[in-house]
């Protein structure tokens, strides 16, 4: 019997690039990004680089828990740097694994080809 601890899910709100919005509920996995659970969700995001930190196609803007999530590591910064139009609240969803931290929070899809 597993214990209810590892069964509890989370819940999270993405917003693709039309601006369509859907709830995504998972069972947290830190062997699995924000990227990976968005593709395997429908969402129609790149992640070109296959989770690099190297393209910065698979950037959303966290609307709201952003306050939660550990600051970016140098090449995922870096990154961000590099992309035009970025904001402070931007983040590669590649760099960003699953956890339960993200129970609540509200993602945004951005639009960069």
Do not use: H
Request: proline fraction near 7%; aromatic fraction near 6%.
């Amino acid at each position: 019997m597993g214990s209810m601890r590892s069964e509890r899910k989370i819940e999270f709100k993405a917003y693709d690039t039309d601006g369509d919005w859907r709830t995504v509920e998972i069972t947290p996995d830190a062997s699995l990004s924000l990227l990976d659970v968005l593709q395997s969700n429908g969402f129609d995001i790149p992640g070109v680089c296959g989770g690099l930190a190297l393209c910065g196609t698979c950037l959303v803007k966290v609307i709201c828990g952003y306050e939660k999530l550990p600051p970016p590591d140098d090449e995922e910064a870096a990154m961000l740097e590099m992309l035009p139009d970025t904001n402070p609240k931007d983040r590669l969803s590649c760099q960003l694994p699953l956890s339960s931290i993200m129970n609540g929070m509200v993602f945004r899809l951005q639009n960069y080809e």
